[in-house]
């Protein structure tokens, strides 16, 4: 598989690129990685897609792997991403692209649907939100739950404002194992995406962890304005996705002719849990644009 990686500028920044496969007008897919904050290697499966004929643009946002982090820590905003995702493809000489955004990135992805659809062929998201107070709601509701020394757990140090002991970690482990990836053993590429996540970012956009949401964020709800995307679209999630079915049949319902697809098995990494079937999945919506 042919691939390429390098750097380019984008409003004044270095931004981080790799692709995957050969440039194929009107055959683009660029994803979006989520966190907001984490890097692209957790999105690698997408990258399957080169052997149904598409080339796969991946890169890193703003402040994130190893793109370079702003001085100005005002420019880690949704709107700010959504520019940078502009120029990045006009740069690049991408064309018209199919959009895929991962959890975050699929929120991202909707932000630049709203503004720029006319740019593209398609939008795909993965646990993507409209609504972060709805997403809110109802990982509290995935919270309540959990077994109850577990959810004591998160009350009492959450009450403390206390987001890093160990204990705190450990509990706030067991949501990850049941709504973030199921796999008994986590896949490299995503423990690198992990602990490679800027804090900056996510500390800055998102909060302390994926259910504790009190960043520059935490309002960000554009599910009144969905019926505006006309642009084919796949709304993609896992049966216990921590972004929930709910959430994404809000997206779906709101985007006119969208296809849901809800994965039995998976949470909220279905490209990982559920790889060869997300990928044919994927694959087939993108044939039928």
Known sequence: MAEREGSVNIQGHDFYFRLFGE????????????????????????????????????YDQLGC??????????????????????????KMGLGRIHLFGSSYGGMLAIAYALKYQRNLRSLITAGGLASIPLTTKEMDRLKKQLP?????????????GDYTSPDYLKAVDVFYRRHLCRLKEWPAELKYSLEHTSQLVYGTMNGPNEF???????YWDVSRELGSIRVPALVTGGRYDEVTPKVARQIHNGIKGSKLVVFPNSSHLPMWEERKKYITTVAEFLGSV
């Open 23 to 58: 440039e194929n007008r009107g055959r683009n897919v660029v994803c979006l990685h989520g966190g907001p904050g984490a890097t692209h290697e957790y999105l690698l499966p997408l990258a399957d897609l080169v052997g149904h004929g598409y080339m796969v643009v991946f």
């Open 65 to 90: 792997g190893r793109s370079q982090t702003p001085r100005n820590h005002a420019l880690l905003t949704v709107e700010r991403a959504v520019e940078d995702l502009e120029v990045f493809r006009k």
């Open 212 to 218: 504790t949401i009190i960043g520059n964020i935490r």
């Open 148 to 160: 109850p020394d577990t959810r004591s757990t998160l009350e009492k140090f959450e009450a403390d």
